[in-house]
């Protein structure tokens, strides 16, 4: 589709791919560390930013599709710096053997992308007794960012390069109670509703980067707040746009009706990571704008 195609004033578009976006920097000496990489969405980001010269520490749930990745990745860019670690975002136990194993690796870390995710068509919970989506996508990935923040910290300190958080959030966020999150639904989930159940760990990915942003940027306007000022990281949250990939494997219909509708309104997995891509290699994105920003909701929109 034409509008599909427009080029906006980047001079990328909703069809550019994350390689056409990162084309020409340079990232080596980067590390990040990406959930969810072993397929998908998450596994694109990884080879591009392999491709690009960041060392990029694989968080999956399945370790051998982690490690077919991996070597897919390798056999493609040879050299590239690729780590696979175990980690199930819906056990608390699991996140923080991830953060041990990874802090015994003894890399800094510049880049963390919440990106793994589960949308489920039953009420289940997780090992520790929560609503398995609320658990995995949000629970898992916010106990994650703040057992690595003190490394990032640390990384942006000592090189003067800003850090980057990225949480993966969805439109889907607008589809939860009216009140917002309702936590007895998570530790008690009556009546049950999976689009809502999946909608508020969404919204829970947007409230996690605003309060990152707030407590780690110097935003002038909410001076009253206690603040770590002066902290050299970024957070931002990104709806990636309609793509197909596994996160719909749990809800048969909607799985099919992606699929049926894919070919006019979603992005293949190259187009819609372009956008991570653009939030997150450094010199990209702030560099551009050439001014502070405090943080940003972003949409990946096919125009």
Known sequence: ???????????????????????????????????????????ETARVMALRGVRVVMAVRNVAAGHRASEAIRAEIPGAGIHVLEMDLSSMDSVRRFATEFEALNLPLNIL?????IMTRNCTRSIDGLELQFATNHIGHFLLTNLLLENM???????????RIVNVSSSAHFVTYPKGICFDKVKEPSRFISLIAYGQSKL??????????????????TVEYEQEDG?????????????????????????????????FVHKTVEQVWNILCVSNLMVLLYRVLQRHVMWHYILNSPG
Do not use: Y
């Not at 910290?153 to 850090?163: A, L």
């Open 231 to 263: 902290v050299n990281i970024s957070a931002n949250a990104v709806h990636p746009g309609v793509v197909t990939t596994n996160l719909f494997r749990h809800r048969t219909i909607i799985n099919a009706l992606v699929k049926s509708i894919g070919r």
């Open 153 to 163: 910290k640390r990384t942006s300190s000592e090189t003067g390069v800003e850090g």
């Open 113 to 117: 992308i919440n990106n793994a995710g």
């Open 204 to 221: 829970a990915n947007i409230l996690h980067s605003t309060e990152l942003s707030r407590v780690l940027k110097n935003n002038r306007e």
């Open 1 to 43: 589709m034409c509008w599909f195609n427009r080029k906006g004033p980047s001079g990328f578009s909703g069809a550019s791919t994350a390689e056409e976006v990162t084309a020409g920097v340079d990232a080596r000496g980067l590390v990040a560390v990406i959930t969810g990489a072993s397929s998908g969405i998450g596994l």
